[in-house]
C-alpha cells in the first residue's frame, strides 16, 4: 500500500496564495503521474494538475495561477497557488500511481474567503 500524505492546507483571503505539499510513503517513479485533484461541496472531483516526466496537465481554471511540482527523488508533489479565488474553495487531494494501482490522500481543505 502507498500512503499518501496532505500539507499546506487552510484559510486564506481571495488573491493570497498557499503551498501544498504531498509526500507518498513508497517510491513513485517518474514516469508515473502524480498530482492534484479537488472536489467542492455539490461538485464532482476533478482533475487540478497532474504530471509525470512525460507529461503535465491542469484544469482550465487554474492556468497560469497555479503550478505542479515533484521531486522525484523524495516521492512528493507541490502545488504552489497563487491568486486564489474563493471558488477555489474545496478539499484538495493528492493521487499518484503505483505498479498499475492510483492511491488518494486523505485530503486537505483549502477555504478562500472573498
Known amino acids: 500500500q502507498v500512503q499518501l500524505v496532505e500539507s499546506g492546507g487552510g484559510l486564506v483571503q481571495a488573491g493570497g496564495s498557499l503551498r501544498l505539499s504531498c509526500a507518498a510513503s513508497?517510491?513513485?517513479?517518474?514516469?508515473?503521474?502524480m498530482g492534484w485533484y479537488r472536489q467542492a461541496p455539490g461538485k464532482q472531483r476533478e482533475l487540478v494538475a497532474i504530471m509525470s516526466i512525460h507529461t503535465a496537465n491542469y484544469a482550465d481554471s487554474v492556468k497560469g495561477r497555479f503550478t505542479i511540482s515533484r521531486e522525484y527523488a523524495k516521492n512528493t508533489v507541490d502545488l504552489q497557488m497563487n491568486s486564489l479565488k474563493p471558488e477555489d474553495t474545496a478539499v484538495y487531494y493528492c493521487k499518484a500511481y503505483r505498479a498499475s494501482i492510483g492511491y488518494w490522500g486523505q485530503g486537505t481543505q483549502v477555504t478562500v474567503s472573498s
Open positions: 513508497r517510491s513513485i517513479p517518474s514516469s508515473n503521474a
